[in-house]
């Protein structure tokens, strides 16, 4: 058995490969199902109708999309420029973290208060991650380790804060932050449907990202570092200053997760604010093949499979942790329609 | 060795080679045999399919059709090891040794029994020194291998196979690395070697090393076996016709008009990185209107000196004058800047990205100037421009400009390199192994554009470690040992076998 290079894959490949995917992990769902017991058809018919049959389902989907397609962002920009950032979940918690003192110990009013909150989420983002790509670029340090274990200093830390200086006093001894005040937080789209203009600015931030890495002379630059850093440097790109700037582009976008999640749904800020918002970014990230608007599909995606996986066990009994597996499948099934659309196997 | 002048008896017969790579015929119903005593020239430009054929006989691939034969015994298909068994040793272009180890650790490593180290060392020890002897290929069998120099390394692979009882000699491109004078001894070997009853397989795109070594030429185009002459019975036109084709007139250029230095080097030094040779002290003019060739076997500093001019690298001592003026700031954007253009030793690494499209890839020295971007945005629209007028004037075979520049031949890729670097109209142009791997009828056109832009006026340092490039093209020619250049010496003033002494470092500084 050989690998052949396919040098232009065709259309049929490149479309129906993925969508192949996709249906080798309905199979698995199904096949998970009736391990658990339940009937196979049925379930996959809960999980869609709990992601997206009513009305309160799809907007929780959407809900649960938004900081994903932030952290998703976050991810694609850095890993388009071989900047492998793991560590998403510091900078949404950085993001957090700086949203709720602002919001919450300057008092100011809510037409400045949330911009301003927005703009230091980014900044403290962006800081989280320059140490580490000032790391790799002045020292060589390898940034997967630097990202990946500030995710848990960052983890510590908020726990120190909460249970410290930042603990609300009306708290009842629970480990939390004082709530944002009214006008601090982000308003609903249309009033009465519970979804936040945190995720318009998700859909926007995407569009930007996109924009950026197309039409911009610094995302030109971006790309050319990531495929072939070497060329890059020879035809005169910064490499390094590049790495630098895509690192303040991905943390701040990283930290807008954690931004939108305070001020738009929880209005406070608690040590499990994220479920892993941070490294499920990362998978929906590689789901969408790093394309900033594919990241809003594939948030999606995955945000319906949880949030109908949720559904789907109360009504059926079927364990929510087919959630994770379902996603883990869809990123291995997806990872190999990709390399066989750049490859065929031969025999011999 | 009285028994060898049965000089007709077939050692090696291929029959009917075929072998495709999806539409691509890489060898096409080859058949051919090889005599015992006897040195076959395999002759072809890159992507002939001599690789190919070579990958088939050794079991890297297997054929789709036809068979291989060894002293008579059909060669199992696909089995790397099967005619390592049955006699036939290979010199691969890039050698496989291990640097750490003696000589003779590395001919024995993979010979011994994996019980019983060091055993038997004494008797294999001798046999390597009266192999050594026999065949001309003087090496000490204690020398480490990361201290020989490329000459000896190569004498090495080939006492490895000897000493395998190897009975067909496999030599891939053996003196691209070589100076004249190690050819020489190379030759000397080969020779020796058949007057034993070995047989050579030759392979190469040198015409004249050919004829001078081999007793038949097979000539391979296209995957095609286009020409099987005794070298007696041809001449080097005839082998180059062959070879491509058509007929092939070498680019003559007229009488250079040097003008004025445009770039100075004050004796320069840049560090050793890693094991690549650094610059010590040299002293470097390019002037308007003339090709300066540099000679040198590879790795003796061409590396840093294309670094440097390219702006990736900096002077760790001396100085660097641009037009008179000492440059204090140095980078690639500084050279682009002073109107240097680059083309880069490797196409592959550093002159592309294989997965930006050519239009991409054409604009990659001026993305952030106007006409292709103005404020940070990037008209697309221009960009495509660009990228359209270099492939129309510098005839880039392609299917559009929006084709990812890795699906391009290497030549097609050396020509957008080409058209990026002159069109932005250069002063001075660095070409390093500008030719390297292209077919002829593009090493013309690259070598004729060269002319013409100095003939413009611009100031062309060409790097080449094809010594018979550098006569052809250079007004001026230099040669590179060790870090270290020689004096000028004009065109026509010195012959190969004189620059080889320059660069085997046995130059006598006041021949000049």
């Known amino acids: ?348 | 060795m009285t028994e060898t002048k049965e000089a007709q008896d077939v050692v090696l017969r291929l029959s009917g080679i075929t072998k495709r790579f999806g539409v691509l015929v890489a060898n096409d119903a080859i058949s051919f045999s090889l005599a015992r005593g006897e040195v076959v020239a395999l002759l072809g430009e890159n992507g002939a399919g001599k690789t190919t054929l070579m990958n088939i006989l050794f079991g890297h691939y297997t054929a789709d059709e036809g068979t291989v034969e060894v002293f008579g015994q059909p060669l199992p298909a696909g089995l790397p090891g099967a005619a390592l068994a049955a006699g036939v040793g290979m010199v691969h272009q890039h050698f496989t040794l291990a640097g750490n180890m003696t000589v003779l650790e590395n001919i024995l490593l993979g010979t011994e029994p994996l019980w019983g180290v060091g055993r038997g060392r004494a008797a294999a020890r001798r046999r390597v020194l009266a192999l050594s002897r026999d065949f001309g290929l003087a090496v000490h069998p204690d020398a480490r291998v990361a201290t020989l120099s490329v000459g000896e390394r190569q004498r090495v692979e080939i006492l490895k196979a000897l000493y395998r009882e190897a009975r067909i000699l496999i030599l891939d491109e053996p003196t691209a690395v070589l100076t004249p004078q190690e050819s020489a001894a190379l030759f000397d070997t080969l020779r020796r070697a058949v007057a034993q009853g070995l047989s050579v397989i030759f392979i190469s795109h040198k015409l004249h090393e050919v004829m001078a070594v081999s007793s038949r030429v097979l000539v391979l185009r296209h995957g095609r076996l286009v020409g099987e002459v005794a070298t007696a019975e041809t001449d080097r036109p005839q082998l180059a016709e062959l070879m491509v084709g058509t007929e092939i007139t070498p680019p003559a250029p007229t009488e250079a008009r040097p003008g004025a230095t445009l770039l100075k080097l004050k004796t320069v030094s840049t560090p050793a990185r890693g094991n690549r040779t650094g610059l010590r002290g040299v002293d470097l003019e390019l002037r308007a209107g003339q090709i300066l060739g540099l000679a040198g076997v590879s790795g003796n500093g061409q590396g840093a000196l294309a670094d440097l001019i390219s702006g990736l690298e900096t002077p760790s001592a001396g100085s660097m004058e641009l037009a008179g003026t000492e440059i204090s700031h140095w980078s690639p954007r500084a050279a682009l800047a002073a109107r240097i253009g680059r083309i880069p030793e490797d196409r592959h690494r550093t002159g592309t990205i294989a997965d930006f499209t050519l239009t991409e890839n054409a604009v990659l020295e001026r993305y952030a100037e106007p006409p292709v971007a103005r404020r940070g945005w990037i008209d697309w629209s221009a960009a495509r421009r660009a990228a359209e007028q270099v492939i129309k004037a510098y005839d880039v075979r392609c299917p559009g400009p929006e084709t990812r520049i890795r699906l391009l031949s290497g030549g097609n890729m050396q020509k957008l390199i080409l058209g990026r670097v002159l069109e932005a109209q250069p002063m001075i142009i660095l070409a390093n192994q500008p030719v390297r791997g292209l077919d002829i009828g593009a090493v013309t056109y690259v070598q004729e554009r060269l002319i013409a832009a100095r003939d413009a006026g611009a100031a062309v340092l060409l790097i080449s470690e094809d010594l018979d490039e550098v006569l052809t093209l250079s007004d001026v020619v230099r040669v590179i040992c060790e870090g270290r250049l020689s004096p000028e010496f004009p065109r026509g003033s010195k012959t190969p076998a004189e620059l080889g002494q320059w660069m085997a470092g046995q130059g006598v500084p006041d021949a000049a």
């Open chain 1, 1 to 348: 058995m050989r690998l052949d290079p396919i040098t232009s894959p065709s259309p049929a490949r490149r479309l129906g490969l993925p969508a192949l995917a996709l249906g080798a992990t309905v199979l698995v769902a199904m096949g998970l199902a009736l391990v658990a017991g339940a009937e196979p058809l049925a379930t996959l018919g809960l999980i869609v109708k709990g992601a997206a049959g009513t009305k309160f389902a799809l907007l929780e989907t959407l809900n649960r999309a938004t900081p994903l397609i932030f952290t998703g962002l976050a991810v694609s920009v850095a890993f388009r420029a071989r900047l492998w950032n793991i560590g998403a979940e510091a900078q949404l918690y950085a993001g957090a973290l700086v949203t709720v003192v602002i919001g919450t110990q300057l008092g100011l009013p809510g037409p400045l208060a949330l911009p301003l909150m927005a703009l230091g989420a980014v900044l403290a983002g962006a800081l989280v991650l320059l140490g580490p790509v000032l790391l790799k670029t002045r020292l060589g340090v390898d940034e997967v380790v630097t990202t990946l274990l500030l995710n848990f200093i960052m983890a510590l830390f908020i726990s120190y804060l909460l249970e410290g200086p930042l603990k609300d006093p009306m708290g009842m001894g629970w480990p939390k932050s004082p709530a944002l005040p009214k006008d601090a937080r982000l308003p609903r789209i249309i009033e009465g449907l519970r979804l936040h203009w945190g995720f318009a600015l998700a859909l926007l931030s995407a569009l930007g990202v996109w924009v950026l890495q197309t039409r911009t002379t610094l995302g030109y630059e971006i790309r050319a570092t990531g495929l072939n850093a070497e060329a890059a440097r020879f035809a005169g790109i910064p490499v390094g200053r590049v790495l630098i700037k895509t690192a303040l582009i991905s943390g701040g976008l990283a930290a807008l997760a954690g931004f939108s999640e305070v001020a738009g749904l929880k209005g406070n800020l608690t040590a499990d604010l994220s479920p892993g918002f941070g490294y499920t970014g990362i998978v929906v990230a590689m789901l969408a093949l790093l394309h900033p608007l594919g990241v809003v599909v594939s948030a999606l995606f995955v945000a319906g499979i949880f949030v109908g996986a949720d559904s789907m066990s109360r009504a059926a009994g079927v364990p929510t942790y087919i959630a994770d597996i379902l996603l883990a499948t869809a990123l291995l099934f997806m990872v190999l329609a990709i390399l066989l659309t750049k490859v065929r196997v031969v025999r011999g």
